[in-house]
């Protein structure tokens, strides 16, 4: 599992830095990359990273600016262009569908796969197929805004065989579904939990990915404890009235949220047209004043998530 950030500025693009999207590249665990907004120029920042447009299995928007949405067009309808593309899935508030079918209606354009919208209202769980979970939670922007909250799923490679047999359950077609953790009904109508069986167990990553947004409950909430926190800071704090007016965070205030939601890393990106790249150390120095494990995205910035 792998984060590869496309694009890192706020609001526009700067000749260093490109507008948001982030990639979660997951080629290893399902052979697929989600992408999370999606920005002008998006698909440029993808082939520039060599992140191929017919792995993309489901995209996140957080918000319907336009920083983090004017390059979605682009990439679904250049996924078109390729033979056999899989089904995709589309997450985002309400609205996302009506830009969509209003950009493909009016520019005479085509999508040749499904593409399913899911537009969201309100915290619910989006996606949760056994092997990952996605719930999102609305933050605090100036419109609606989510964040989102990836777990992994707890694994085994193995069962405790002793112990099945001791329970008079032997080797058999149960075993794959009981090693998997699912819950099963025996044919004497024992229904018995496949994680009770497991042996070594592997724990399941956590991330926490949050759109653009001032301090609030829900973004502790949805960063408790992942590995990873990719929360904005607009800005250096001591242009916060500036930034909170807008609905933006500034390092300070990622770091807290950090801090309070006891997260092992914080990656702060969207950051303000006004800062350079000579600007990180300076920026980055005040999150980890709050919170030492703090880094600072920059365009193609890679992060592998243990």
Request: glycine content about 6%.
């Amino acid at each position: 599992m792998k984060l590869i950030f496309l694009g890192t500025s706020a609001g526009t693009v700067t000749s260093e830095r490109n507008v948001s999207a982030l990639a979660l590249d997951l080629i290893k665990e399902r052979n697929a990359i989600w992408l999370f907004d999606c920005g002008e120029a998006t698909q440029h920042q993808m082939m520039k990273a060599k992140i191929s447009l017919a792995k993309l299995e489901k995209i996140f928007i957080t918000h319907l600016h336009g920083d983090h949405l004017f390059g979605l067009p682009g990439v679904l309808t250049t996924r078109s262009l390729m033979q056999n593309m899989s089904p995709m899935t589309l997450y985002g508030p309400k609205g996302i569908k009506q830009f969509i079918d209003t950009v493909i209606n009016i520019s005479s354009s085509w999508l040749t796969y499904p593409l399913e919208i899911i537009e969201i209202e309100q915290p619910m769980v989006l996606f949760d197929d056994g092997q990952f979970r996605v719930n999102c939670a609305a933050l605090s922007h100036r419109v609606p805004c989510f964040g989102y909250r990836i777990v992994e799923h707890d694994v085994s490679n193995k069962l405790d065989v002793a112990k099945l047999s001791q329970q008079g359950i032997e080797a058999g077609t149960y075993y794959a579904d009981l090693k998997r953790g699912k819950t099963v009904t025996l044919d004497d109508g024992r229904v018995i939990d496949g994680k009770a069986y497991w042996g070594e167990v592997k724990l399941g990553r956590k991330l926490a990915i949050l759109g653009d947004t001032i301090p609030c409950d829900a973004a502790i909430e949805l960063a408790h404890e992942v590995d990873v926190l990719v929360h904005e800071a607009t800005q250096k704090h001591e242009l916060q009235d500036k930034a909170n007016s807008r609905g933006h965070s500034t390092t300070i205030e990622a770091a807290n949220i950090a801090r309070q939601s006891q997260a092992k890393k914080l990656i702060i990106t969207h950051i303000s047209p006004r800062y350079r790249l000579t600007d990180n150390p300076s920026i980055i120095a005040q999150c980890r004043q709050v919170f030492a494990n703090s880094e600072i995205a920059t365009d193609f910035y890679q992060v592998e998530i243990e």
